[in-house]
């Protein structure tokens, strides 16, 4: 079945570091790519999406681009802040298949970013 | 209110009884769906709605499991003599169509 593996954690960085979160995927056609956030105490908001290969989706700094050939979407940020400090989840749809939109999700890794 | 809402925010019941947990979508969404997420995984699909009709519950673990959503807006899953394997975070999320999901807070359960 389709499946999500992405980076496990938990990762700490200081800010202003380099951020990498790996995600890549197994699936049987050409999915839609996701990155959610769940900052302590809320629920998960999408940060960024990708909907075919070589798209690249980019929100609050982030960016990841689906590749293909590697199956993957890994997350990236140049410069993180205390304020990135969250949950972050990658995952995969068939949207747009109306009818079967059900995202499914890898495993989540826990940022921590120390001043 | 402007975003997805569940009640209750935290459910404490004992093994063997029934609960049922609400979802209420954006105004307007036509799909609604239910994840389960146990503590350190991601969401885990359970069933969804276009409108009022269930498309697929192939994620409901067992037939303990049901869900509905008569008017085609707000969503009730319900979980029958419920039993400590339960305990997760229950989550809703709606959209419109084709378009990308938004979700509530989360249901906490926790059978005790």
């Known amino acids: 079945g389709d499946s999500v593996t992405q980076m496990e954690g938990p990762v700490t960085l200081s800010e202003e570091a380099f951020l990498t979160i790996n995600c890549t995927y197994t699936?049987?056609?050409?999915?839609?790519l996701f990155w959610y956030v769940q900052y302590p105490g809320e629920g998960l908001q999408l940060l960024l999406k990708?909907?075919?290969?070589?798209d690249k989706g980019s929100n609050k700094g982030f960016e990841a681009t689906y590749r293909k050939e590697t199956t993957s979407f890994h997350l990236e940020k140049g410069s993180v802040q205390v304020s990135d400090s969250a949950v972050y989840f990658c995952a995969l749809s068939f949207l747009p298949n109306f009818g079967n939109e059900k995202l499914t999700f890898g495993t989540g890794t826990r940022l921590t970013i120390i001043p | 209110g402007a975003g997805v809402s569940q009640s209750p925010r935290y459910k404490v019941t004992k093994r063997g009884q029934d609960v049922a947990l609400r979802c209420d979508p954006i105004s307007g969404h036509v799909s609604l769906y239910w994840y389960r997420q146990a503590l350190g995984q991601g969401p885990e699909f359970l069933t969804y709605f276009n409108y009022e009709a269930q498309q697929d519950k192939s994620g409901l673990p067992n037939d303990r499991f049901s869900a509905e959503r008569p008017e085609g807006s707000i969503s009730t899953l319900t979980i029958q003599r419920t039993e400590q394997r339960d305990s997760a975070m229950y989550r809703c999320?709606?959209?419109?169509?084709?378009?990308?999901?938004?979700f509530g807070p989360g249901t906490r359960l926790t059978v005790l």
């Open positions: 990708a909907t075919k290969a070589d």
């Open positions: 699936a049987t056609g050409y999915p839609s």
């Open positions: 999320a709606s959209s419109s169509i084709l378009d990308t999901q938004y």
